[in-house]
């Protein structure tokens, strides 16, 4: 069957193609088996390989079955043990024939390798393959569910009477993943509104998700729209725009900040919401988002509108005092995003007589039932390509980005802007935020940075600010141990350092890699003598289309 042979392709070849893991499988022309089971597999069998390994190469059948390559094997055999209609094959297909022929030694070696590690159940043998697989010493991420409450619907105490009224409330991410019957809720110190429950939790099927009531959307993507805000508990400015919106979390987000201490929610906020994006089909699914949430009587969606072709002296914006910017960017900060997943395969028999044939040059003693101290990943072995950007187009996302962040700024009422990526790369993220404040639109109309104590009292305390330096390779990517590096820094003052702010993937927090910074205008700064000048005259040079997204799969980001 295709399936096997699929996603051995997927794996060991390199993709023109960027965006996620999973949308490059489904946007791979070349292959037959359904894109949802290869993924499905490939994630799957990725979570078990080390055990895997260690049964393949006990029960030897890569030496007995040499058409078998160490990366079919590990799937062959992961649906063969684990998957429960077994392989995806017929009966006398010889890729299946070959795993079955040696299926009374696998199980042997199965059961073997479960009560090594004292466990009764398949899944009490998962939890323990996953504490094996997680480096010594470190700390294992927790990514919750984050679901933020609607006010333009509900209430957070309606909410937490009803949606939640199940859950117990706990004081930190590491108690939603404690394995019990206990349902657990953490109210989030930094973001009004946000909850995190245990991974997993699916809330898709509510009254509350399917009314609009409550949202599933990451803590960091909450950031941009709570810190144009300020320091105030309500929006004091004028119209707003969110000039990069699809698909409409940060849109609807705004419109609940607007909602949360307006005492006249029935005729909605007195200001506008103007959001927009630059394509017709994720417009769509932006108005749809806005309609579910309640916000489309103060709501305004621009179908198929460019933000830079937007003409900031238009009597339509002449109120907009407020402007939330997400442009394109590479991603790179996002969970799985562009990550193949690593399998560490069975050492193949041609393999075992390298290392052995090395071992005995060295005067050493061999002993083929001793584990291989280097794990062998699918992507060491095929040599496969790096999926980091290069230089060139990180350049280009950098100068976009740049572009769209002055075009804010020449708006005649603008005073606040957030600019925002789900990148970890400084080039898009510090680098721009110097550019802009170097740029002639912020000098002449006196632009700086949100300092920290602008900054609402949530975020105020977020302890991940600026960086000054980054460590990058050739390609443009943050260094790799043994890769060549060179520093990139950032003029930067440490003032404008604390008003940025960082998510970093991996750590204590439960998102993923993001940046905010905020802008304030301050008059008393300004070098503006005339009216507001538009600045630019090429969007075309370095304009790039955004590849963020993928296929949109419910109302999340």
């Known amino acids: 069957m295709s399936l096997y042979y699929d996603a051995v392709n997927i794996l060991t070849s390199p993709s023109p193609t960027g965006g996620s893991f999973k949308s490059r499988i489904y946007n791979e022309r070349g292959i037959k088996a359904n894109p949802a089971q290869i993924y499905a597999l490939i994630i799957e069998a990725s979570k078990w390989d080390t055990f895997l390994k260690e049964v393949i190469e006990n029960a030897g059948i890569l030496k007995l079955e040499p058409k078998l390559t160490p990366l079919l094997a590990l799937l062959l055999v992961y649906d063969h043990l684990l998957a429960k209609k077994g392989i995806a094959a017929p009966s006398s297909h010889p890729i299946r024939q070959a795993i079955e022929r040696h299926k009374t030694r696998l199980k042997g070696e199965f059961i073997k390798a479960r009560v090594r590690r004292g466990c009764a159940s398949i899944e009490q043998l998962k939890d323990a393959v996953q504490k094996e697989k997680q480096p010594q010493g470190s700390v294992a991420a927790i990514y919750p569910r984050w679901v933020r409450i609607n006010n333009v619907r509900t209430t957070a105490e309606k909410q937490f009477d009803t949606t939640f009224a199940s859950y117990k409330r706990v004081d930190s991410l590491t108690e939603l993943v404690v394995k019990d019957d206990t349902k657990r809720m953490y109210i989030d110190p930094h973001i009004p509104d946000l909850v995190a429950v245990p991974?997993?939790?699916?809330f898709t099927a509510s009254t509350a998700y399917k009314n609009g009531e409550i949202i599933l959307q990451d803590k960091a993507s909450c950031f941009p729209a709570y810190l144009l805000f300020g320091q105030g508990e309500v929006w004091d400015g004028g119209d707003l725009v969110d000039g990069c919106a699809a698909p409409g979390n940060k849109t609807t987000h705004l419109a609940s900040l607007l909602c949360k201490k307006d005492t006249k929610k029935r005729n909605g906020p007195k200001r506008r919401i103007i959001s927009m994006d630059a394509s017709q089909v994720r417009a769509k699914t932006l108005q749809k988002m806005v309609s579910t949430a309640g916000a489309d009587h103060f709501v305004t969606v621009l179908p198929g509108q460019d933000f830079l072709a937007l003409d900031p002296l238009d009597a339509r914006f002449e109120e907009?005092?407020?402007l939330l910017l997400d442009p394109?960017?590479?991603g790179s900060g996002i969970i799985g995003r562009d990550e193949v997943p690593k399998l560490v395969l069975p050492v193949s028999p041609a393999e075992e007589r390298k290392k052995q044939g090395k071992k005995r040059k060295r005067g050493q003693d061999v002993q083929p039932e001793v584990a291989v101290n280097k794990a062998t990943s699918a992507t060491d072995e095929n040599e496969m390509a790096s999926t980091h950007l290069d230089l060139e187009r990180l350049t280009k996302l950098s100068n976009l980005q740049t572009r769209i962040v002055e075009h804010a700024m020449a708006f005649p009422a603008a005073t606040r802007i957030t600019y925002s990526t789900c990148s970890i790369h400084l080039i898009e993220n510090e680098s721009v935020v110097s550019r802009l404040l170097?740029?002639?639109?912020?000098?002449r109309r006196g632009w700086r940075v949100m300092r920290r104590?602008?900054?609402p009292e949530g975020l105020r305390a977020w302890r991940h600010r600026g960086v000054r330096t980054e460590n990058q390779s050739a390609d443009g990517s943050p260094a790799q141990d043994g890769v060549q590096t060179s520093e990139v820094k950032v003029d930067l003052s440490d003032e404008d350092l604390e008003g940025c702010l960082r998510c970093w993937a991996g750590d204590a927090e439960g998102t993923g890699g993001f940046f905010v910074a905020g802008f304030v205008r301050d008059e008393t700064q300004s070098d503006e003598l005339e009216g507001p000048q538009e600045v630019h005259e090429d969007q075309d040079e370095n304009g790039v289309e955004d590849?963020?997204?993928?296929?949109?799969?419910g109302f999340s980001d």
Request: hydrophobic content about 25%; charged content about 40%; glycine content about 8%.
């Open 199 to 202: 991974p997993g939790v699916d």
């Open 320 to 322: 907009v005092s407020g």
């Open 328 to 330: 394109s960017c590479s």
């Open 438 to 443: 170097a740029s002639e639109v912020a000098k």
């Open 453 to 455: 104590d602008e900054q």
């Open 547 to 553: 590849e963020d997204e993928d296929e949109w799969s």
